[in-house]
C-alpha cells in the first residue's frame, strides 16, 4: 500500500483516574498464590506492567470515544461537518447493535453523508480503520475520517479474579492462561486523516502493509459470541508463550515487506510505536526486527495492554511529550490476535522526502 494523499492529522486520548496496580491484583489473589507457592511481585516482573487503569463503574464506550473525538476536533479546529466516515475500532463497545460508531456520529452531530460502522479485529481495530479511511481519502471519496475507540478492562480483570479465585482445581498452567487478562487496561484515543489538500500538519502517511497468519488462530480466546447474560463476565484465555512466539514470526516475515514497500532500511526509522503487549514481546520483537529500543517508545508500564487503543494511544502520549520532530520516519507496528499485522510508516511534519509532483491527476 502506498498513499499519496493522505496525512494523520492528528490523535487524541483520555485515560482513567483509577489506578490499579499489579500488586494489588495479586493481594486480590493471595489464596491462589499461596496454594500454587508464587511470590508476590511475579506479574509485574514477567510483563512490566506496574498498573493499568479502570474507567467507573457503568461507563459506555461511546461516552468516552465521542469525549476523545471531541478533543481531538476542537484541538485542531477542524469543522464536524467536514468529517465524511467515522469508524469505532475498539473491542468494547455499547451493545451488539446499533454499531456503537453510530451512537458517536450522534453524540458528535456529525453529517448525514458520513459513513458510520464498527470495525472488530482484536488489537487491530483502529489500526485497520486507518487503513480503511486512508483508502477512502486517497480514492478521493471523503476528504477526511475519524476512527475512534475506547477499551473498558474492569470487567475482564474483576472477573478472572473472581474466576481464579473460585477454582479449586487451579494449576500454574490455569493461572498462566488467564494473566494476559490481568495486563488490559482501559483507555480511549481518537484518529484524524485527511487529504493533503486540507491538512495543517503535514504529516504525512506514506503507505504500510497488512500480514495475516491465520494458523495461530486458535491461541487466544475471548468471551463466546452468543454468551448470552455472560457477555457482562467476559473472560480470556490465552497461550501465551505459543503466542509470543507466532506473533515474533509473523513479525519477522512481514517486517522487511514493509520495509521493501516504502523503500526504507530499518537504520532509517527515527521512532517505533508498536503494540503495548509488555516487557518481553517488546524486548523480543525489537531484537528480532533489528531494531533499537532508543527509539521504542512505550506506554504498556503504566496503563497496561489497552487493545485496539494501545498503539494510538502511546502515539498520542508520545506527540504530546514531542518526540516526533519534522522530518522524523515513525513505524507504526500493531498486531493483533487472529494474527494479523498491519505496519504503517509516517513522515512526519514537512520532511526528507519529496513532495507530490502529480497533484494533477487526482480526482
Known amino acids: 500500500m502506498r498513499y ?12 482513567p483516574e483509577e489506578r490499579v496496580s499489579s500488586l494489588e491484583i495479586e493481594r486480590r489473589l493471595e489464596a491462589v498464590y499461596r496454594r500454587l507457592r508464587l511470590t508476590e511481585g511475579r506479574l509485574e516482573l514477567m510483563t512490566g506492567i506496574a498498573e493499568r487503569r479502570f474507567w467507573p463503574p457503568g461507563t459506555m464506550p461511546s461516552e468516552v470515544s465521542t469525549a476523545t473525538a471531541k478533543d481531538l476536533l476542537e484541538k485542531l479546529q ?4 467536514k468529517v465524511g466516515a467515522l469508524l469505532h475500532g475498539s473491542v468494547s463497545r455499547d451493545y451488539i447493535e446499533p454499531a456503537t460508531a453510530s451512537l458517536v456520529h450522534a453524540k458528535l452531530g ?3 453523508d458520513c459513513l458510520v460502522f464498527d470495525i472488530s479485529n482484536a488489537c487491530l481495530g483502529l489500526m485497520d480503520g486507518v487503513v480503511m479511511v486512508a483508502n477512502m481519502i486517497e480514492l478521493g471519496q471523503i476528504e477526511a475520517g475519524l476512527v475512534v ?5 474492569r470487567s475482564l480483570v474483576e472477573n478472572t479474579i473472581e474466576q481464579l479465585n473460585s477454582t479449586p482445581s487451579l494449576t500454574r498452567e490455569l493461572l498462566k492462561q488467564a494473566t494476559a487478562s490481568l495486563t488490559i487496561g482501559s483507555a480511549s484515543a481518537a484518529i484524524l486523516l485527511v487529504h493533503e489538500r486540507i491538512s495543517r500538519t503535514g504529516n504525512r502517511l506514506l503507505g504500510g502493509i497488512v500480514w495475516a497468519d491465520t494458523r495461530s488462530v486458535g491461541l487466544c480466546h475471548g468471551t463466546p459470541d452468543d454468551a448470552g447474560a455472560d457477555r457482562m463476565r467476559p473472560f480470556m484465555w490465552t497461550e501465551s508463550d505459543e503466542l509470543l512466539v507466532a506473533g515474533i514470526e509473523a513479525a519477522r516475515e512481514a517486517f522487511p515487506r514493509f520495509l521493501h514497500e516504502l523503500g526504507w532500511q530499518p537504520e532509517d526509522i527515527d521512532h517505533t510505536i508498536c503494540h503495548q503487549v509488555g516487557r518481553a514481546h517488546r524486548k523480543l520483537l525489537l531484537e528480532t526486527l533489528n531494531l533499537s529500543p532508543d527509539k521504542d517508545f512505550t506506554t ?11 498503539l494510538p494511544v ?14 522524523d520516519r515513525v513505524a507504526l507496528m500493531g498486531i493483533g490476535s487472529g494474527l494479523n499485522i498491519v505496519i504503517l510508516g509516517i513522515l512526519w511534519g514537512p520532511g526528507r522526502e ?8 487526482h480526482p
Not at 475507540?149 to 478492562?153: A, D, F, Q, V, Y
Open 78 to 81: 477542524f469543522p464536524p461537518e
Open 110 to 112: 456529525l453529517p448525514h
Open 314 to 327: 502511546t502515539a498520542a502520549v508520545a506527540i504530546e511529550q514531542k518526540i516526533f520532530q519534522p522530518g
Open 300 to 310: 504498556f508500564e503504566y496503563l497496561g495492554n489497552t487493545g485496539a487503543v494501545a
Open 354 to 361: 519529496a513532495p507530490n509532483q502529480d497533484r494533477g491527476l
Open 149 to 153: 475507540g475506547t477499551e473498558s478492562s
Open 4 to 15: 499519496r494523499w493522505v496525512c494523520l492529522e492528528g490523535i487524541s486520548y483520555r485515560i
